[in-house]
Structures are given as structure tokens and as C-alpha cells.
């Protein structure tokens, strides 16, 4: 098995929008959307959580479970600030929709692990500090149905 960094490889886009309901973007909605990798200080949830149900019965002690619920975990994107432009808090001001897609091994055509998730912008923050850092703005979403997972990447062209 091949290991690899996500630094360097995973690329995480923005998409206003996806015409097929099984949320496989086309190349034109991908190349439509905006490339935010470069922009991004810290990514947080983008995945899916399960809430098993406990099954007890009287012939044993243990308690068993089965598969429950499925939901989105708490999701967030946290961007460098920029000193001039606000492309962020435009692009992605609170109500938003869209699609977050995250190519966990590349935007590369025909390579597995594209993921994406329906969204609506929830909030849009600016961490003050007095810390030595650099500025950042952190975008929390809410996932609002069933992503894709592990999707296969179409052509760009």
C-alpha cells in the first residue's frame, strides 16, 4: 500500500452547484468552482458518523448493537485572512449553498476519492489574538444530505 501526504495532494474545492442528483460534478462544474487548497490553515469533520442502536436481550449480558443513524460530523474550513480582498466572506457568506468537494488524492481523472458534500454556509468567523500568527477565518457548514464517498474523479474536459 502507497502512503502519501494530504499536504501536497489533496485539493479541497468549492462548487456552486451539481446538475446530477448522484453529486458527480462534470468538468465544467469543477472547472466553474473555486480551488481553495492554497487558502486553506485547517479542515475539521468532513465525515460521516453513526449512531448505534444498543440491542439487549435476556439471553445474554452483553449488549449488542446495530448500525443507527447516520450523520454529518460538525464541519469547518479555516482560511488565511487576507490583508486587501474579501473573497472569502463573500463567496462564502453565511446561507450559502453549494457543494464542498474534497479530491483526497488529487484532481486527477479516473483516481477514487473524490467526496462531496452538499452544504449551507452556517457561520463565518474571525479569531482575534493577540498571538504571533497569521490571520484566519474559519467557515462552519452544515452538511444538508447524504455525501458522496470515495467517488470516482470525471474528466475535466
Do not use: C, H
Amino acid at each position: 500500500m502507497a502512503r502519501f501526504n494530504r499536504k501536497g495532494t489533496t485539493k479541497i474545492y468549492f462548487l456552486p452547484t451539481i446538475a446530477s442528483t448522484t453529486l458527480v460534478p462534470t468538468g465544467a462544474e469543477i472547472t466553474a468552482g473555486t480551488d481553495y487548497t492554497g487558502d486553506i490553515n485547517a479542515v475539521d469533520g468532513w465525515s460521516i458518523e453513526n449512531t448505534p442502536i444498543d440491542t439487549p436481550d435476556m439471553a445474554s449480558t452483553f449488549v449488542s448493537k446495530i448500525g443507527g443513524d447516520d450523520t454529518a460530523a460538525d464541519s469547518s474550513l479555516t482560511f488565511y485572512e487576507d490583508s486587501t480582498l474579501d473573497t472569502i466572506e463573500t463567496d462564502l457568506a453565511k446561507g450559502t449553498t453549494g457543494y464542498v468537494v474534497i479530491f483526497s488524492k488529487g484532481l486527477t481523472t479516473g483516481a477514487k476519492g473524490m467526496d462531496v458534500f452538499p452544504v449551507v454556509v452556517t457561520s463565518i468567523s474571525k479569531p482575534y489574538t493577540t498571538d504571533n500568527e497569521a490571520a484566519r477565518i474559519t467557515v462552519q457548514f452544515a452538511v444538508t444530505a447524504r455525501p458522496l464517498q470515495n467517488g470516482t474523479v470525471p474528466s475535466l474536459t
